[in-house]
T-cell receptor
Framework: NAGVTQTPKFRILKIGQSMTLQCTQD?????MYWYRQDPGMGLKLIYY???????DKGEVPNGYNVSRSTTEDFPLRLELAAPSQTSVYFC????????????FGQGTRLTVV | QKEVEQDPGPLSVPEGAIVSLNCTYS??????FMWYRQYSRKGPELLMY????GNKEDGRFTAQVDKSSKYISLFIRDSQPSDSATYLC??????????????FGRGTQLTVWP
């Protein structure tokens, strides 16, 4: 059981470039989330999805886009990368909205230079 | 005011010490209270959760929730070097919430030295 898988693990982007962070889960969870974690700042929600075809913004969505065409996949798209997007990105999934256990991926460490 | 406040530390203790980690919150709708543990360069993993007020014990770990004070704690007894990690508190509103997002504290970095 792989759980939540994120790729790539590391990436360096130049300012203005674009990229897609991949996230796949094999637990048949409806709820999926993207968080970013800045040093010493906890996790901030970027986007979330309650099922295939349904996405919505979290608290820091600017500069990002998401799609959810299948239950398993929830990619995060960065358009026109900026240094402020340098962070560690975590994808997570859970079975239900009040599920106390969210399963996290290993993270993608992104640097924008 | 942030909805969840947590002192980021760092906290450094000798092996065998009792560790106390704390969070305060402002949203009285929070009903589920979790502690996640995050090792360096890894994703967070659920350590414990508590519903509403009260205590919960699991081995060397005890979670406490005081809703009247909007204050939660995690105690680690007989701390071990393997407990060295960042501990994040997280909260969810009641089951009526359709968002289901976790509201995280900043995390407290703990080092237990031998």
């Amino acid at each position: 059981n792989a759980g939540v898988t994120q790729t790539p693990k590391f990436r360096i982007l130049k300012i203005g470039q674009s990229m897609t962070l991949q996230c796949t889960q094999d637990m048949n969870h409806n709820y999926m989330y993207w968080y970013r974690q800045d040093p010493g700042m906890g996790l901030k929600l970027i986007y979330y999805s309650v099922g295939a075809g349904i996405t919505d913004k979290g608290e820091v969505p600017n500069g990002y886009n998401v799609s959810r065409s299948t239950t398993e996949d929830f990619p995060l798209r960065l358009e026109l990368a900026a240094p402020s997007q340098t962070s560690v990105y975590f994808c997570a999934s859970s079975y239900s909205p009040a599920d106390t256990e969210a399963f996290f991926g290993q993270g993608t460490r992104l640097t924008v230079v | 005011q942030k909805e969840v406040e947590q002192d980021p530390g760092p906290l450094s203790v000798p092996e065998g010490a009792i560790v106390s980690l704390n969070c305060t919150y402002s949203n009285s709708a929070f009903q589920y209270f979790m502690w996640y543990r995050q090792y360096s360069r890894k994703g967070p993993e659920l350590l414990m959760y508590t519903y509403s007020s009260g205590n919960k014990e699991d081995g060397r770990f005890t979670a406490q929730v005081d809703k009247s004070s909007k204050y939660i704690s995690l105690f680690i007894r007989d701390s071990q070097p393997s407990d060295s990690a960042t501990y994040l508190c997280a909260m969810i509103p009641d089951r009526g919430s359709t968002l289901g997002r976790l509201y995280f504290g900043r995390g407290t970095q703990l080092t237990v030295w031998p």
